[in-house]
């Protein structure tokens, strides 16, 4: 009952076992977790960052539910405050529970150093710095683990965490995340660790006057050091002001995004794009479908380029906006795309390009756009082609694209960066669904 769990805290490096569903109706739940428990708080969190929880708790796939916690002012706020190195969580769901609180807020953990395996939520949260629907801040490991919840935050905000120093891997999350001038993702809204296999579906909205990052997936990846988002994607539409993507809104310090796509729509005002809003690191073997609007630095993959570079990546979705518009990368800045294409239509007022709409001492070799699709005949790089040559194999072979035919788009040759259906398709990469 709640009592036995509430007394979890007498001993923080014990083993732990949910032996059944903790809920309104279990004992101790109006004293310890309803809404008038601990005098109006809630919930009080297990362990502190002077005093963690070091021990393991298997939930057996049992659930915590009607759990409110009021912790408006206070720092890390979940059903564990903060879980220390060697620390576990497992197979557990926390359902229909609010978490409000200051800095670290989650609706399992507060901040984790430990691990979280198999693990759901579904609860509403509300920080003001650093919020996430499972983990607030984590530097270990988040692994097979959800979120359906909203989440809002006044900073940084993420559908499943917060932020992330750690490996998140086979993770996902649905609901929708609201944030303010901080880094706001669809899964997380920072990142320096590892994110692979994962994915995010709710819609994401963020206010980043600051000049932070809005992504479907990542706010930003590597914004103090190197981050790795891969085998990765983004369903949910992304609306922001600036460094604005559809899976990463900003990818800093040679941070790497690889084998990922986004589809959503991306609407914001400086450095937006359909996949990554402003990159000063790599993006490579990845695409984007969704339909792009923006004011400057605009287009239907990169944003905004400095430093970075560009590889066996595409964009089709259409591209609208004023200056620096383009069909895959908006501004090129001292950066080099290569083996790259983009299909959709491009539409502003200056610099305005089918493929790039500004290159600034940059590179783009071996490079493509549709200029019948796109309805523009010039780019600040790259090579026009009509729509017909674009679905020749010839087209790309010239240039010694690592590209091979097959029969059809459901038949894929993996010893191959690129696939085409000869005179049918688009080229298009051997991993995509």
């Known amino acids: 009952?709640?009592?036995?769990?509430?007394?979890?805290?007498?001993?923080?490096?014990?083993?732990?076992?949910?032996?059944?569903?903790?809920?309104?109706?279990?004992?101790?739940?109006?004293?310890?977790?309803?809404?008038?428990?601990?005098?109006?708080?809630?919930?009080?969190p297990i362990g502190t960052e002077d005093d963690a929880f070091t021990g393991s708790l298997d939930g057996q796939g049992y659930e915590i539910r009607d759990l409110i916690m009021c912790g408006s002012g206070a720092s890390h706020v979940g059903v564990f405050g903060f879980v220390d190195?060697?620390?576990?969580?497992?197979?557990?769901?926390?359902?229909?529970?609010?978490?409000?609180?200051d800095e670290f807020a989650g609706g399992l953990v507060g901040v984790c150093y430990g691990t979280v395996t198999n693990s759901y939520s579904t609860a509403s949260v509300y920080g003001h710095d650093c919020a996430g629907g499972l983990v607030g801040l984590c530097y270990g490991n988040v692994t097979n683990s959800y979120s359906t919840g909203s989440i809002t935050s006044e900073v940084i905000a993420g559908g499943l965490m917060g932020g992330s120093y750690g490996t998140v891997s086979h993770c996902h999350a649905t609901g929708t995340v609201i944030g303010g001038w901080g880094f706001v993702g669809?899964?997380?809204?920072?990142?320096?660790?590892?994110?692979?296999?994962?994915y995010s579906s709710g819609d994401v909205s963020g206010d980043v006057t600051g000049g932070m990052g809005v992504?479907?997936?990542?706010?930003a990846n590597g914004y103090s050091s190197p981050g790795t988002v891969s085998n990765s994607y983004s369903t949910g539409s992304v609306a922001g002001e600036s460094y604005v993507?559809?899976?990463?809104?900003?990818?800093?310090?040679?941070s790497i995004v690889s084998d990922c796509y986004a589809t959503g729509n991306v609407d914001g005002k400086r450095e937006v794009g359909g996949l990554v809003g402003g990159s000063a690191g790599t993006v490579s073997?990845?695409?984007?479908?969704?339909?792009?609007?923006?004011?400057?630095?605009?287009?239907?993959?990169?944003?905004?380029?400095?430093?970075?570079?560009?590889?066996?990546?595409?964009?089709t979705g259409s591209v609208r906006g004023n200056s620096s518009v383009g069909g895959l990368v908006g501004v090129n800045?001292?950066?080099?795309?290569?083996?790259?294409?983009?299909?959709?239509?491009?539409?502003?007022?200056?610099?305005?390009?089918?493929?790039?709409?500004?290159?600034?001492?940059?590179?783009?070799?071996?490079?493509?756009?549709?200029?019948?699709?796109?309805?523009?005949s010039n780019s600040a790089g790259g090579t026009g082609k009509a729509t017909a040559q674009m679905k020749n194999i010839a087209t790309f072979s010239g240039v010694m694209w690592n590209i091979t035919a097959v029969v059809n788009p459901g038949m894929r040759n993996p010893s191959y960066i690129w696939n085409i259906v000869d005179g049918v398709t688009y080229p298009f990469l051997n991993w995509q669904p």
């Open 285 to 315: 073997n990845s695409y984007s479908t969704g339909n792009v609007t923006g004011n400057s630095d605009v287009d239907g993959l990169v944003g905004w380029n400095k430093e970075g570079t560009v590889s066996n990546s595409y964009s």
């Open 85 to 101: 190195e060697g620390g576990q969580i497992e197979d557990i769901g926390v359902v229909d529970a609010e978490v409000i609180g």
């Open 186 to 198: 669809g899964l997380l809204g920072g990142n320096e660790g590892t994110v692979i296999n994962s």
């Open 245 to 254: 993507g559809g899976l990463v809104g900003v990818n800093l310090h040679e």
């Open 333 to 376: 800045k001292e950066s080099t795309v290569t083996n790259s294409y983009s299909t959709g239509s491009v539409t502003g007022e200056s610099h305005v390009g089918g493929l790039v709409g500004l290159n600034e001492d940059g590179t783009v070799s071996d490079s493509f756009w549709d200029i019948e699709t796109s309805g523009q």
């Open 1 to 44: 009952d709640w009592y036995e769990l509430d007394a979890v805290r007498n001993n923080l490096g014990g083993s732990y076992i949910l032996m059944n569903d903790l809920d309104s109706t279990k004992a101790g739940y109006e004293e310890l977790a309803g809404p008038d428990g601990n005098e109006g708080m809630g919930w009080l």
């Open 215 to 219: 992504g479907g997936l990542l706010g």
